[in-house]
């Protein structure tokens, strides 16, 4: 099992950036994919990007395609975000996850993420 914390939120200016980090304890991280969902108030969450496990393959949702980037760091334990270009819309409250499947090599909408961190808000004004 991976616990989850995520941090780097906060409150920015359309056009601005910001890197979220998801940092994770236990031994299994280096082999999990891990994921960034999103929820806005009165939304349903949506998968916004996803690694595999050794970086080789990404997933991103089409509204962040060219803004966002994912990464991972395994000798760190730590997954990012960084999110350049925000808009309005990319307000929500950001969730880090693990895959539940080890070496997942593709990461798509339908990979099952069972481990989550307690989440960081971003707010991003206009």
């Known amino acids: 099992q991976v616990q989850l914390v995520e941090s780097g939120g906060g409150l920015v200016h359309a056009g601005d950036s910001l890197r979220l980090s998801c940092k994770a304890s236990?031994?299994?991280?280096?082999?999990?994919?891990m994921g960034w969902f999103r929820q806005a108030p009165g939304k349903e969450r949506e998968f916004v990007a996803g690694?595999?496990?050794?970086?080789?393959?990404?997933y991103y949702t089409d509204s962040v395609k060219g803004r966002f980037t994912i990464s991972r760091d395994n000798a760190a334990n730590t997954c990012y975000l960084q999110m350049n270009s925000l808009k309005p819309d990319d307000t929500a409250a950001y969730y880090c996850?693990?895959?539940?499947?080890?070496?997942?090599?593709?990461?798509?909408?339908?990979?099952?993420?069972?481990?989550w961190g307690q989440g960081t808000l971003v707010t991003v004004s206009s």
């Open positions: 996850a693990a895959s539940v499947r080890p070496y997942t090599a593709i990461v798509t909408p339908s990979t099952t993420f069972g481990s």
């Open positions: 236990g031994r299994t991280f280096s082999s999990v994919a």
């Open positions: 690694i595999n496990w050794k970086s080789t393959d990404t």
